[in-house]
Structures are given as C-alpha cells and as structure tokens.
C-alpha cells in the first residue's frame, strides 16, 4: 500500500489568508493539533496548535505570522511503512502527501494510518497468535511458513522485533486458525522457542475490544 491510496479528503488544507481563530476552529472540530498550510498548490509547512495559542491576537491572518513551520511530508508513492516512520519521527497527527512536482495532494491521518494497520496485523479476522524466539542468524519465514501449512494453517500477517545488543529476536505470527495445537507440536518437534501463544478466547476478542475502544477514543 502507497501514500496516495491512504489520503483523506476530510480536513481541508489552510490558506495563507486564513486566520488563527479560524484554524483553532477547525483543529476542535477535526480532533487535530496540526494542519497542513498550502498557497497555490504548493505545500507551506505544517501550523501546530502551539504556535497559535502563543500569539497575542489570534485573529491575525497566518501570511502575518512569523513562523518557522516544520515541513514533513511523503511522496504520493512511498509506501505505507514509510509514512509510519515519518509520523514517528516528526511526532505530528497528520502528514501531506505530495506528488512528483512537490505539489500538495492531500493528507494522511493518524487515525487513518491505525485504520489500516489494524487491516496489515488482520486484527479484525479471527484466528490465534504465536511468538517464537530464535537465532537472528537461523531465521527464515519460508521454513517458518512451510511449518505452519504443514498443519493446513495460513499465516495472515508476521511481523519481527529485534532486541538492542542482542543476536536474538522475536517473530510474532497470526495464524488464521483457532486451534493451534498442532501447529505448536510441530514448532516444538523442531526446537523452535514458542515465548507465547494465544487462541481465539484468549487473544482475539480482548485485541479487537481494544482496538474498538481506543478508535472510539479517537473519534469521539
């Protein structure tokens, strides 16, 4: 999945005529605290809600302010993980995307980018989690893979975590059925470390109601 297929149209980009009562107005009404200025096309920077409750008058057009606004942004074809790591690194709930003349196309919401990594982890479809530990050196998701479809299983998503100044790491596996047994036995036989796992009554319930409330969170 790219940047362009992850645009929202919902929260309009600001004018430079725009005033800062104006952009407070929209920023409550559309649960952010940054917003994306654009003058003729052309992406201006990023406006946080700091720099305007730190001004004497509010009413003020932003053309008047002296601002040094931060500029993140991702081209219309860079990939989902990259968006993620740009939200990360510039700490902001929204981020523009942009096309190859640099041109402003749109944004990205936080909330948007939790939609669709809730769809990446399959949080939505039942099934069960693994986590096996091993070897950075002895890792490979096609012996990983042929294990788990010996048992008639699918994996639905995978993702790694590493360890600082360590050689080993975890891969956490979400596989598409609710009985695991097998599948656990087959790991076992071989010598994989299984750190945890958890069925459909365990996990996938308590995940989803989760996931559920923290989007309500979001979207009051």
Same mark, same amino acid.
Request: glycine share 2%; no cysteine.
């Given at each position: 999945?790219?940047?362009?297929?992850?645009?929202?149209?919902?929260?309009?980009?600001?004018?430079?005529?725009?005033?800062?009562?104006?952009?407070?107005?929209?920023?409550?009404?559309?649960?952010?605290?940054?917003?994306?200025?654009?003058?003729?096309?052309?992406?201006?920077?990023?406006?946080?809600?700091?720099?305007?409750?730190?001004?004497?008058?509010?009413?003020?057009?932003?053309?008047?302010?002296?601002?040094?606004?931060?500029?993140?942004?991702?081209?219309?074809?860079?990939?989902?993980?990259?968006?993620?790591?740009?939200?990360?690194?510039?700490?902001?709930?929204?981020?523009?995307?942009?096309?190859?003349?640099?041109?402003?196309?749109?944004?990205?919401?936080?909330?948007?980018?939790?939609?669709?990594?809730?769809?990446?982890?399959?949080?939505?479809?039942?099934?069960?989690? =693994? +986590?096996?530990?091993? %070897?950075?050196? @002895? /890792?490979?998701?096609?012996?990983?893979? #042929?294990?788990? *479809?010996?048992?008639?299983?699918?994996?639905?998503?995978?993702?790694?975590?590493?360890?600082?100044?360590?050689?080993?790491?975890?891969?956490?596996?979400?596989?598409?059925?609710?009985?695991?047994?097998?599948?656990?036995?087959?790991?076992?036989?071989?010598?994989?470390? =299984? +750190?945890?796992?958890? %069925?459909?009554? @365990? /996990?996938?319930?308590?995940?989803?109601? #989760?996931?559920? *409330?923290?989007?309500?969170?979001?979207?009051?």
């Amino acid at each position: 999945m790219i940047a362009e297929e992850l645009i929202s149209y919902e929260i309009p980009p600001l004018k430079p005529t725009d005033t800062g009562t104006k952009v407070l107005q929209w920023m409550e009404e559309f649960k952010v605290k940054d917003m994306a200025v654009v003058k003729s096309k052309k992406y201006v920077g990023i406006i946080e809600e700091s720099d305007l409750l730190d001004r004497n008058n509010i009413a003020d057009r932003l053309e008047s302010y002296t601002l040094n606004l931060k500029k993140p942004f991702v081209f219309k074809h860079q990939h989902i993980f990259d968006v993620i790591g740009l939200f990360v690194q510039h700490d902001v709930d929204v981020l523009p995307v942009l096309n190859e003349k640099e041109e402003y196309l749109g944004l990205i919401t936080s909330k948007n980018i939790l939609q669709h990594l809730a769809d990446i982890v399959s949080v939505a479809n039942p099934g069960s989690i =693994i +986590t096996l530990e091993l %070897n950075m050196v @002895d /890792y490979s998701m096609t012996e990983i893979s #042929r294990l788990v *479809e010996s048992n008639d299983a699918k994996i639905l998503a995978s993702f790694i975590t590493s360890h600082p100044n360590s050689t080993k790491i975890e891969v956490t596996l979400k596989i598409n059925q609710t009985d695991i047994s097998r599948v656990l036995q087959t790991f076992e036989r071989f010598n994989y470390t =299984i +750190t945890a796992s958890y %069925n459909e009554s @365990d /996990y996938h319930q308590d995940l989803k109601n #989760r996931y559920d *409330e923290f989007m309500r969170f979001l979207n009051p």
